[in-house]
Every structure is written in structure tokens, then in C-alpha cells.
């Protein structure tokens, strides 16, 4: 059992990094995108943008707490 607690660990960090890697990539080409068709709204967007990233961040940030539970087996 103690050998997955690690594949575990090891799953939950790679998958959140991963998936977060992707939606932030995302959600950046949207947010140029609507900037560059409408400079005049580029504040608001970009504000919406780092709030969005910092949510996605949080979540990244919670899957590695989570796999370093498993890894001590808390």
C-alpha cells in the first residue's frame, strides 16, 4: 500500500499541474483575443483574467497539499 500512496501523490500533482497548465493557456488566448477586438475593455478583461488565473492557481496549489497528505499518509 505504501507504493501507492506515492503513485497517488505523484497523480494528483501532475494531473492539477497539467489541467491547470491548459486552462490557463485558454483562458489567456480568449482574454488577447478580446482584447485585441476591443482595446477599449482591455482593463476590465484583464482583470477577469488574473482573477481567474489566481482561482486556477488555488486549485493547483490545493491538489499539491492533497498529495502531500498522501505522500506522509495523514
Do not use: C, H
Amino acid at each position: 500500500m505504501n507504493g501507492l500512496a506515492y503513485v497517488g501523490a505523484a497523480l494528483a500533482v501532475g494531473l492539477a499541474a497539467l489541467g491547470s497548465g491548459i486552462g490557463q493557456g485558454f483562458a489567456t488566448r480568449g482574454a488577447m483575443e478580446g482584447i485585441a477586438r476591443q482595446p477599449e475593455a482591455s482593463g476590465d478583461i484583464r482583470t477577469t483574467l488574473i482573477l481567474a488565473l489566481a482561482f486556477m492557481e488555488a486549485l493547483t496549489l490545493f491538489s499539491f497539499v492533497i498529495s502531500i497528505l498522501l505522500w506522509t499518509k495523514i
